[in-house]
């Protein structure tokens, strides 16, 4: 079975920092990987997704994927207080697969 | 450009009742999958359509059923109800060819208590 772990956290940046997030997964024929914001009550938000191995940058987010290692990480840049939110990270294989979340991180910006 | 729309937002269900969630996909998607996520934690596959048939189910017992209709909507239909059934229900949409690159958008979701 398809297991995605993350830190819970609660993970605490100062405004301003670099907030960091983790993510590793089991199998190794994932090919799909997905950041989603989820704010309190709210749905799940897709900020990044990435396929291949390296960094991805948009805006104040950088996705980096390591197929060797089966780690995923997403970097925060000038954090915000709007940014504290859960993120969860997500797989997908490749056919029909659907996602498989991990439990997600819950990041604080401290003003 | 309307985004992923569910109904009802909220519901309230007793033990043993039945219960039918819908869903309309973003414009121009043609998946639709389900997900259950309860307090605390990440979503949770159900299943996913494409083409009106189920084209993969995560670990999910028979209570949990579906349909997608020709105009890409769906349902999720839920019998015999737990009281651990209750949770938000995200329905999420996606373009087949396109999933690897711009994800699943999800709906605001159906939050379901079971008493």
């Known amino acids: 079975q398809k297991e995605v772990e993350q830190n819970s956290g609660p993970l605490s940046v100062p405004e301003g920092a670099i907030a960091s997030l983790n993510c590793t997964y089991s199998?190794?024929?994932?090919?799909?990987f997905f950041w989603y914001r989820q704010y309190s009550g709210k749905s799940p938000e897709l900020i990044m997704s990435i396929y291949s191995n390296g960094d991805k940058e948009d805006g104040r987010f950088t996705a980096q994927l390591n197929k060797a290692s089966q780690y995923v990480s997403l970097l925060i840049r000038d954090s915000q207080p709007s940014d504290s939110a859960t993120y969860l990270c997500?797989?997908?294989?490749?056919?029909?697969?659907?996602?498989?979340f991990g439990k997600g991180t819950h990041l604080i910006i401290q003003p | 450009d309307a985004g992923v729309t569910q109904s009802p937002t909220h519901l309230i269900k007793t033990r043993g009742q039945q219960v039918t969630l819908r869903c309309s996909p973003k414009s121009g998607h043609d998946t639709v999958s389900w997900y259950q996520q309860a307090l605390g934690q990440g979503p949770q596959f159900i299943f996913q359509y494409y083409e009106e048939e189920e084209r993969q189910r995560g670990n999910f017992p028979d209570r949990f059923s579906g349909h997608q209709f020709p105009n890409y909507s769906s349902e999720l239909n839920v019998n015999a109800l737990l009281l651990g059934d209750s949770a938000l229900y995200l329905c999420a949409s996606s373009l087949v060819n396109q999933r690897s690159r711009y994800g699943y958008t999800f709906g605001s979701g159906t939050r379901l208590t079971v008493v």
């Open positions: 997500a797989e997908a294989g490749g056919g029909a697969d659907g996602l498989t």
């Open positions: 199998d190794r024929g994932s090919q799909s």
